[in-house]
């Protein structure tokens, strides 16, 4: 998998520009600013999912933490918040400490691909903009289906291009930066979770966000380059740069979209 994030550098870009939520935002004004909308998200995602203090939550990819402490500070439910990046671990455990959700939540590390969970432990398992990342993502989903108990919730918002729009340079492009040789559309992100065994409870196609925040994004990179600039290495910036311009521009063009699925297993 992508050790992308555990890069120092790396890691340091991402907190200076996305703060809190490495995450995509819903944008109801074009003024919002992207705090407002990568809150929102968590807010429109969960909404649907029948969430409690008895409940006990799986996130995978779970970043800086922050929607595990959401979820817990809303509902009181329990949140095991795993990730393959020691450094967002440590990140998110550093942001949780003293907060009201410290005691509901537990860090830990985990390949999404091979959960060290017993079957049916989970009463909902959500992946937000995660399983992008996964060069075998109808493992991931088998291994959702295997950790939640009947009548689970899988949660999955995702970054997802659109290989039928993608010339053959931005295919080669996508595909190098993900480490993968197939690119899936949202159709087959549909059909992977229902040959996971989930039943499809709903589907929101999110393309309009997706150009909005990738624009907001980049603009706050141009913003803050000079600061940047005193901390963090040119090969790091200008890779980052070239790399968030080239997305900006495929979800200008529908070719980037950002998509939310509500599953259940029967």
Same mark, same amino acid.
Do not use: M
């Given at each position: 998998m992508d050790k992308h994030y555990d890069n120092a550098a790396v890691d340091r870009l991402y907190n200076r520009i996305w703060g809190e939520d490495i995450h995509y935002g819903v944008y109801l004004h074009e003024d919002d600013s992207i705090e407002l909308a990568t809150g929102r998200t968590k807010e429109v995602m969960a909404d649907p999912v029948p969430l409690g203090s008895e409940s006990l939550v799986l996130e995978v990819g779970c970043g #800086?933490?922050?929607? %595990?402490? #959401?979820?817990?500070?809303?509902?009181? &439910?329990?949140?095991?918040?795993? $990730?393959?990046? /020691?450094? +967002?671990?440590? @990140? !998110?455990?550093?942001?949780?400490?003293?907060? !009201? !959700? /410290?005691?509901?939540?537990?860090?830990?590390? %985990?390949?999404? @691909? /091979?959960?060290? #969970?017993?079957? $049916?432990?989970?009463? &909902?398992?959500? &992946? +937000?903009?995660?399983?992008? @990342?996964?060069?075998? =993502?109808?493992?991931?989903?088998?291994? !959702?289906?295997?950790?939640? =108990?009947?009548?689970? #919730?899988?949660?999955?918002?995702?970054q997802i291009f659109r290989p039928d729009r993608l010339d053959p340079e931005e295919t080669r492009a996508v595909m190098a930066r993900y480490h993968t040789d197939r690119l899936s559309g949202p159709r087959d992100y549909a059909e992977m979770i229902r040959n996971a065994g989930f039943t499809l409870v709903e589907y929101r196609d999110w393309q309009e966000h997706a150009a909005t925040h990738r624009r907001k994004i980049l603009d706050r990179m141009k913003d803050l380059m000079p600061e940047l600039r005193e901390e963090i290495d040119p090969d790091t910036l200008e890779r980052n740069y070239r790399s968030w311009s080239d997305w900006a521009d495929l979800a200008r063009d529908g070719k980037l979209g950002f998509d939310y699925y509500l599953a259940r297993k029967p």
């Open positions: #800086y933490g922050s929607t %595990a402490r #959401y979820l817990a500070e809303r509902f009181g &439910c329990r949140v095991v918040a795993s $990730n393959i990046s /020691e450094t +967002q671990l440590e @990140h !998110a455990r550093e942001r949780t400490r003293g907060s !009201a !959700a /410290e005691a509901l939540i537990t860090f830990e590390e %985990a390949d999404y @691909h /091979e959960l060290p #969970y017993d079957d $049916n432990s989970f009463d &909902c398992w959500w &992946c +937000q903009e995660a399983l992008v @990342h996964s060069p075998d =993502k109808p493992r991931v989903l088998a291994e !959702a289906f295997r950790v939640l =108990k009947p009548g689970g #919730y899988a949660v999955v918002s995702d």
